[in-house]
């Protein structure tokens, strides 16, 4: 069992940044492929970030709509996995959530996942 906590989240300027944070609990968070997902106001939970195990070489994966704005890393001696969040846009808008999965080899379906925080609000004015 792995319990998520994300925080960081709140009301940025466009062309700003903030950082969330993933606090996971257990032992064996390394094992772990996390996930960041995110979703707006009517509309499906969608694929921001992924970094594989460390025996995977964390690899890190993002959607085009984020690449070169968004950057995931994990400290595993911290258990905690974030998202560095620049540039930000108003569309960037959306509950944020961090996810932990074992197993899989695509980390940007949602159904992949399984274990998931409670989610984070990120607010972009324009």
């Known amino acids: 069992q792995v319990q998520l906590v994300e925080s960081g989240g709140g009301l940025v300027q466009a062309g700003g940044s903030l950082r969330l944070s993933c606090a996971a609990s257990?032992?064996?968070?390394?094992?772990?492929?996390m996930g960041w997902f995110r979703q707006a106001p009517g509309r499906e939970r969608e694929f921001v970030a992924a970094?594989?195990?460390?025996?995977?070489?964390?690899?890190?994966y993002y959607p085009d709509s984020v690449k070169g704005r968004f950057t995931i890393s994990r400290d595993n001696a911290k258990n905690t996995v974030y998202l560095q969040m620049n540039s930000l846009k108003p569309e960037d808008t959306a509950v944020y959530y961090c996810?932990?999965?074992?197993?899989?080899?695509?980390?940007?379906?949602?159904?992949?996942?399984?274990?998931w925080g409670p989610g984070t609000q990120v607010t972009v004015s324009s």
């Open positions: 996810a932990a999965e074992v197993g899989s080899s695509d980390y940007t379906r949602e159904t992949s996942y399984d274990y």
């Open positions: 257990g032992r064996t968070f390394k094992s772990y492929a």
């Open positions: 970094i594989t195990w460390s025996g995977g070489g964390g690899m890190t």
